[in-house]
């Protein structure tokens, strides 16, 4: 282990000079005390790059292949190529966070893919089927995973109920938008009503005094 002769303290690690005075050491060169260790998340950064430079680089090939090698008037595909690289980026960002919920998580991919489906139906001519079926399928989905949450894992039941009260709304207010704009709503909202309705009275019977406890924390009931 190197050694300062004016400091006379010992020194680990290869260094040449003391960190206190700057004066060179003297010896042989010793184990530093503390290992060095890669960060992972240096290492997830670096991947995230690679990935992002790779898909932005066949973005910017589609756009050249769509807007200068094709002649003609036709759907620019590559706008749709480069929403969905954006997406995916988006949520490879979400999933390499240190800390994150999963009922936060699944609340934001829910909300990036209605984005999504309701910018390709409408870049497709809007057929409608975004709002009428694909949609209110996710939120579906989303409630029985939130609804599972709140009972399977107690670390994030919690969460998972304020998140499943936010999917209700979801579920909810698009229901009553589409009724009251077109006399009848599609019968994949009315599902996801009725699923919004069960989940909310599971929610009463089984886990009352912690959704109290919980609205009362974050909303000061």
């Given at each position: 282990m190197k050694s300062c002769p004016h400091c006379k303290i010992h020194v680990g690690g290869s260094g040449e000079y003391c960190p206190l005075c700057q004066s060179p050491l003297v010896g042989e060169g010793g184990f530093p005390y503390f290992p060095h260790v890669e960060p992972a998340m240096r290492?997830?950064?670096?991947?995230?790059?690679?990935?992002?430079?790779?898909?932005?680089?066949?973005?910017?090939?589609?756009?050249?292949?769509?807007?200068?090698?094709?002649?003609?008037?036709?759907?620019?595909?590559?706008?749709?190529?480069?929403?969905?690289?954006?997406?995916?980026?988006?949520?490879?960002?979400?999933?390499?966070?240190?800390?994150?919920?999963?009922?936060?998580?699944?609340?934001?991919?829910?909300?990036?893919?209605?984005l999504l489906v309701l910018f390709s139906d409408w870049f497709l001519g809007w057929h409608g089927y975004s709002l009428d079926l694909v949609i209110p399928i996710l939120c579906i989905i989303a409630l029985v995973i939130n609804f599972i949450f709140a009972f399977v894992n107690t670390r994030v039941t919690e969460n998972a109920l304020v998140y499943l009260l936010l999917n209700m709304l979801l579920g909810i207010l698009p229901y009553v938008a589409l009724t009251l704009r077109r006399g009848t709503s599609p019968i994949a909202w009315a599902i996801c009503l009725m699923t919004s309705v069960i989940t909310f009275l599971g929610l009463v019977i089984f886990k009352w005094r912690t959704l109290r406890s919980e609205l009362h924390k974050r909303l000061h009931l």
């Open positions: 290492r997830a950064s670096l991947l995230y790059k690679l990935v992002a430079f790779f898909l932005l680089g066949g973005t910017v090939v589609c756009a050249a292949v769509d807007f200068l090698l094709t002649e003609g008037e036709h759907l620019h595909w590559s706008v749709m190529v480069l929403a969905c690289v954006i997406a995916v980026l988006l949520l490879l960002h979400t999933l390499m966070k240190r800390r994150h919920n999963a009922p936060r998580l699944l609340f934001q991919i829910l909300v990036g893919a209605s």
